[in-house]
Antibody, heavy 116, light 108 residues
């Protein structure tokens, strides 16, 4: 069974870079599928951030593209998210997911609060 | 980018009711449309994919229909576990995914 687990700081200061890691078990991330990040601000809806294909190519939400980097470390079976120059509007639960087109497997989510 | 609009944003219903949620796309997504259920504090769960295909393990009271720009999710015989928030999502574009704004199904 595919399992995903997000990890990283729960508190980030404004203007700094948010960094999260997703550790995948039960499937090799280099074998196939997209691997993505989705976020959900408190009390609001879901927003796709971006995805990385197993080949390494990436796609990002146009509204976040200038600040986002998604990468993969196949040796560690990890997907990483970096979001630069954060502000309070980036406060959200961040989910990593295996994007089977549709999304079948989700992590439990990690709450990241942007505050000084 | 393709925009997804769900209606209603909130729906009140009784246990046993048949409810329908609508999702409209700003341009055709063919049948590349999924529905998810989300309970508070939990990750979304896939219910329907390719507009009308029921995900394995999902009760048959959930059904999806539509193609192009108009889609519906129907729950036939609402159960207590079904009071949750539902999202549609298009995956027509390989480079971009978008979700609807969500529909919260509340107990009447």
């Amino acid at each position: 069974q595919v399992q995903l687990q997000e990890s990283g700081p729960g508190l980030v200061k404004p203007s700094e870079t948010l960094s999260l890691t997703c550790t995948v078990s039960g499937y090799s991330i280099s074998s196939g599928y997209y691997w993505g990040w989705i976020r959900q601000p408190p009390g609001k809806g879901l927003e796709w951030i971006g995805s990385i294909y197993h080949s390494g190519s990436t796609n990002y939400n146009a509204s976040l593209k200038s600040r986002v980097t998604i990468s993969a470390d196949t040796s560690k079976s990890q997907i990483s998210l970096k979001l630069a120059s954060v502000s309070a509007t980036d406060t959200a639960v961040y989910y990593c997911a295996r994007d089977d087109r549709p999304i079948r497997f989700w992590g439990q989510g990690a709450l990241v609060t942007v505050s000084s | 980018d393709i925009q997804m609009t769900q209606s209603p944003s909130t729906l009140s219903a009784f246990v046993g009711d048949r409810v329908t949620i609508t999702c409209r796309a700003s341009q055709s997504v063919s049948s590349w449309l999924a529905w998810y259920q989300q309970n508070p504090g939990k990750a979304p769960k896939l219910l329907i994919y390719k507009a009308s295909s029921l995900e394995s393990g999902v009760p048959s009271r959930f059904s999806g229909s539509g193609s192009g720009t108009e889609f519906t999710l129907t729950i036939s015989g609402l159960q207590p576990d079904d009071f949750a928030t539902y999202y549609c999502q298009q995956y027509s574009s390989y480079s971009s995914l978008t979700f609807g704004g969500g529909t919260k199904v509340e107990i009447k």
